[in-house]
């Protein structure tokens, strides 16, 4: 591919919980679209495909998940050259552009699907492999990122959080900073509409959850300099007034 050819990303598999996920891309010099997906070597498959047309030696067949539908009719019918990503980047992606900070702020009783949680509740260790997270909290950190989390909870805690905060040492040992925050101390902070992620100061990720704690594929990205500014002097606050990780006790 020649020297000067930029490709812009238009979004990646929303339900990818791994660094390496499905995406799209558009070469906005010529138009053209490029896909990542996992190929395909199935015989059956490439037959039924090799009726329409030979593959040729240097083309393969590649798979992308029918969540990604939005993503590629973006790509076909509202991209715009240079706009960067109209689909979710993954928290990985977004951890890997930062150079300063990345601040997460949950406000929720409950997340879920929790395999964890639900392993705590009938009896077990409530651990699951977080390999994975602490691997790229550890490779973020170790380029100069901080790192902070703060959680807004409500007192007495639910199970959840009683669950959550045992299992926060793994964050802890990775190189997260975690405070708490009891929801009675956060009087007067005007608190975002949703939980999110904020990178160095200047991209805002707002994600979303169903009204039973199920997450939603959807992110609102914003750089618009006076919501960060707003987002910055929430968490602040938040972060001052909240409680360490080693210090609350529930």
Same mark, same amino acid.
């Given at each position: 591919?020649?020297?000067?050819? @930029?490709?812009?990303?238009?979004?990646?598999?929303?339900?990818?919980?791994?660094?390496?996920?499905?995406?799209?891309?558009?070469?906005?010099?010529?138009?053209?679209?490029?896909?990542?997906?996992?190929?395909?070597? $199935?015989?059956?498959?490439?037959?039924?495909?090799?009726?329409?047309?030979?593959?040729?030696?240097?083309?393969?067949?590649?798979?992308?998940?029918?969540?990604? @539908? &939005?993503?590629?009719? $973006?790509?076909? *019918?509202?991209? $715009?050259?240079?706009? &960067?990503?109209?689909?979710?980047?993954?928290?990985?992606?977004?951890?890997?552009?930062?150079?300063?900070?990345?601040?997460?702020?949950?406000?929720? %009783?409950?997340?879920?699907?929790?395999?964890?949680?639900?392993?705590?509740?009938?009896?077990?260790?409530?651990?699951?492999?977080?390999?994975?997270? &602490?691997?790229?909290?550890? %490779?973020?950190?170790?380029?100069?990122?901080?790192?902070?989390?703060?959680?807004?909870?409500? %007192?007495?805690?639910?199970?959840?959080?009683?669950?959550?905060?045992?299992? *926060?040492?793994?964050?802890?040992?990775?190189?997260?900073?975690?405070?708490?925050?009891?929801?009675?101390?956060?009087?007067?902070?005007?608190?975002?509409?949703?939980?999110?992620?904020?990178?160095?100061?200047?991209?805002?990720?707002?994600?979303?959850?169903?009204?039973?704690?199920?997450?939603?594929?959807?992110?609102?990205?914003?750089?618009?300099?006076?919501?960060?500014?707003?987002?910055?002097?929430?968490?602040?606050?938040?972060?001052?007034?909240?409680?360490?990780?080693?210090?609350?006790?529930?």
């Amino acid at each position: 591919m020649p020297e000067d050819v @930029r490709l812009d990303f238009v979004g990646g598999d929303p339900g990818c919980d791994d660094e390496k996920c499905p995406a799209v891309f558009v070469d906005p010099n010529t138009g053209d679209f490029l896909f990542q997906g996992r190929v395909i070597t $199935d015989p059956a498959v490439l037959a039924m495909i090799s009726q329409h047309g030979a593959i040729a030696s240097d083309e393969a067949v590649v798979w992308l998940p029918a969540r990604m @539908r &939005q993503i590629i009719l $973006d790509a076909l *019918t509202e991209y $715009d050259e240079g706009k &960067q990503g109209t689909g979710p980047l993954t928290v990985a992606e977004m951890l890997a552009r930062a150079t300063r900070s990345a601040v997460h702020l949950e406000m929720r %009783e409950e997340y879920g699907p929790s395999p964890g949680f639900q392993d705590w509740r009938t009896g077990g260790s409530g651990r699951t492999d977080r390999t994975r997270w &602490q691997r790229l909290v550890r %490779e973020t950190v170790g380029r100069g990122v901080k790192m902070r989390r703060a959680r807004i909870v409500s %007192e007495p805690v639910s199970e959840y959080t009683k669950w959550l905060h045992m299992v *926060t040492d793994v964050n802890i040992e990775a190189g997260e900073d975690v405070r708490w925050l009891p929801r009675r101390q956060a009087t007067g902070i005007m608190l975002p509409h949703s939980d999110l992620w904020m990178f160095d100061q200047r991209l805002v990720v707002f994600n979303f959850n169903a009204g039973d704690g199920t997450g939603i594929d959807e992110l609102e990205y914003s750089s618009d300099p006076r919501i960060a500014a707003q987002i910055v002097g929430a968490f602040e606050m938040v972060w001052e007034r909240a409680i360490p990780h080693l210090e609350y006790k529930i």
